[in-house]
């Protein structure tokens, strides 16, 4: 479906429909500045958004999955947007995570349950020049399989937590050379590679990293009960459907995901080289 076909049936300006689709689903460096056609599952989130009245009816958690009603067939030439109940689902889960963002600091209260958590971009220039987030957009989506505290105050956002953090990781290894930081070793007694994997940095680099992601990044999140499978299912959903910036796996197809990848493996050989440093001066 076009976006200026949806537009008038939400009764909005097709240019404010447009400007929604660029920050909540960003579109690869290739399909950029073509013509828009809508997936399922975004003609679904701006229906939730905006309150559409041909909107396919949300299936409830008690209730079987199955095929959605009250889908009014297309008027023209477009493909029919029959969303089906999981595209539906995962449209409503991606509005309502960017309708409950807020920014970090002002964040006082987190949750204690289980869910699913999206991490937005509120800055004014984003690490990764070349990916063109503007502030508003959901750049990594997560799970917490204990509770949102543990996951997102007492790790991403922690000093020290680095190398329990993958969100830290990836922002410190595209930040590194901003923020003038530093990778190293995670523990010195660990015996595997995890230790370089998994770096962290020096206390200095540690407090300046969350700093900057206070600053610079908000939060939202979501309770999930039910099975672990079934968060992790929900995860992956929304992770392929709105392919955050900041997400490496389970998303093949961020066009940036070799560039991050190469920023953290330079991370890894300087935690290696410091490591080794370490070992010289001791002989």
Known sequence: M?????????DISPK??????RQTFPRHEGEKNSTWEMTAAQVAAARQKWGGTERAELPTRSS?????????????????????????????????LLDAASPISPTTVYSDQPGIYGVFFLGGEFPLREAGVT?????YIGKTESNQRTRDLKQHLADGKTGHSTLRRTVAALLRTDLGL?????????KTDRRFTHFRLDETGERNLTTWMRANLGLAFLPRGGPIAEIRRTENELIRAAVPVLNLAGNSAN???????????ECVALAK????????SLI
Do not use: F, M
């Not at 404010?16 to 689709?21: E, F, I, K, S």
């Not at 066009?255 to 493996?265: G, Q, S, T, Y």
């Open 255 to 265: 066009p940036h995901l070799e560039r991050i990848k190469a920023a953290r493996a």
């Open 273 to 280: 080289q410091r490591n080794q440093k370490g070992r010289e």
């Open 16 to 21: 404010t429909l447009r400007a929604w689709l």
């Open 2 to 10: 076009k976006p200026v076909r949806l537009a008038a049936e939400l």
């Open 64 to 96: 079987p999955a199955g095929p959605p009603t009250n889908v009014t067939p297309a008027r023209d030439a477009d493909p029919p947007a029959r969303a089906t109940s999981a595209d539906t689902d995962v449209g409503s889960l991606l509005a309502t």
């Open 182 to 190: 530093h990778p190293r070793p995670r523990s010195d007694t660990e």
């Open 135 to 139: 502030s508003g957009t959901l750049v």
